[in-house]
Nanobody, 121 residues
Framework: QVQLVESGGGLVQPGGSLRLSCVASGSIFSIDTMGWYRQAPGKERELVARITSGRSTNYADSVKGRFTISRDNAKNTVFLQMNSLKPEDTAVYYC???????????????WGEGTLVTVSS
């Protein structure tokens, strides 16, 4: 089995910064794309940013220039550096990963349980 565990959420004032981390563990041969999503109260889950194994990235328009996604392939970890946070960034942030459990095997998407980010004064 594969587990994803997020950390780094919390309460921050508008304009502040947070860094989220997500570590994947378990039966992992390789990981393709890793991503961060978020879900605000009463809204659908949305993509924030994602990064391929080759470190190509894409971002939601709402976070471009403020958030940076990165990964450490050796540690099966993905990060999200969030700067200039706004109240509308308040949400539960989830990471996901496309995991291959064997060479040539198909990729399965796994999700973490989420970490809450609250931006408020």
């Amino acid at each position: 089995q594969v587990q994803l565990v997020e950390s780094g959420g919390g309460l921050v004032q508008p304009g502040g910064s947070l860094r989220l981390s997500c570590v994947a563990s378990g039966s992992i041969f390789s990981i393709d794309t890793m991503g961060w999503y978020r879900q605000a109260p009463g809204k659908e889950r949305e993509l924030v940013a994602r990064i391929t194994s080759g470190r190509s990235t894409n971002y939601a328009d709402s976070v471009k220039g403020r958030f940076t996604i990165s990964r450490d392939n050796a540690k099966n970890t993905v990060f999200l550096q969030m700067n200039s946070l706004k109240p509308e960034d308040t949400a539960v942030y989830y990471c996901n990963a496309e995991v291959r459990r064997s060479r040539g095997g198909y990729a399965v998407v796994y999700w973490g349980e989420g970490t809450l980010v609250t931006v408020s004064s």
